[in-house]
């Protein structure tokens, strides 16, 4: 079965909504490394008077995980998934928390317009068809120096980490996605993760979009080598671009 793209993501996407916060509150650690991936930002203050831009935000984990640990920040929160959205905006949230239903490739489009002093992206490069492309619009939205946190199934590259992460989703994951109607979307995200990049052959990729300070950072539990937050900063010779 081949990568699931645009479209047809969104679509899969829209019909997992309605079951996905169930199934991620199975997952040991979950929310809690979203929390710890929104802290390594590294925002003073709070936040205070900063726009900060949750990049692939699905039914608001990382949105929560934002608006917790920056409360004075303003949070714009952006999913191409309609269904994710709903989900999202059913839930109770402080009034510098919205919402904007958009791709990450068409922000533009949807009104979404920098500059922001940082940008959250949780699970999602690695299901965009051209992750470059959206890399290069998260450069160009962000303020100078401006700070990027990346948290995702990014594999360490040993032999042992990609066994576990093939393990849990042979042996957890799928099935109960199935039974749920969702194989597919689960199916696709198993591939994703072992297809895509490396936790340091993402920051190599950061790098040369632009991006310095570069670093890799484990998360704890059985998702050691398996999640990463990178995080990375937006570098100030790259002002006029990074191409």
Known sequence: MPLLRDADL???????????????AANPGYHAHLRRSA??????????????LDLGCGTG?????????????????????AGMLQRAARKSWPDNVSFVHAPAERLAEAGVEGPFDAVFAA????????????????????????????HDYTLS????HRAVWTAVCGAIVLPAATALGDGKLYRHLWRSVVEFDTADEFAARLRSAGFDRVRV????????????????RRSIGDVGGAR
């Open 10 to 24: 969104a679509a899969a996407f829209d019909h997992a909504a309605r079951s996905y916060d169930a199934l991620v």
């Open 39 to 52: 802290r390594r930002l590294g925002l003073p203050d709070g936040g205070r008077d900063m726009r900060v």
């Open 61 to 81: 984990a990382s949105t929560a995980a934002l608006a917790a640990q920056l409360p004075g920040a303003r949070i714009i929160a952006v999913d191409a998934s």
């Open 123 to 150: 699970y999602l490069f690695r299901n965009a068809a051209d992750p470059d492309a959206v890399l290069a619009a998260v450069h160009d939205l962000l303020t100078p120096h401006g700070r990027l946190a990346v």
């Open 157 to 160: 590259g040993s032999a042992v």
């Open 217 to 232: 950072l484990p998360l704890p539990g059985w998702q050691t080598g398996i999640t990463h937050t990178v995080v990375a």
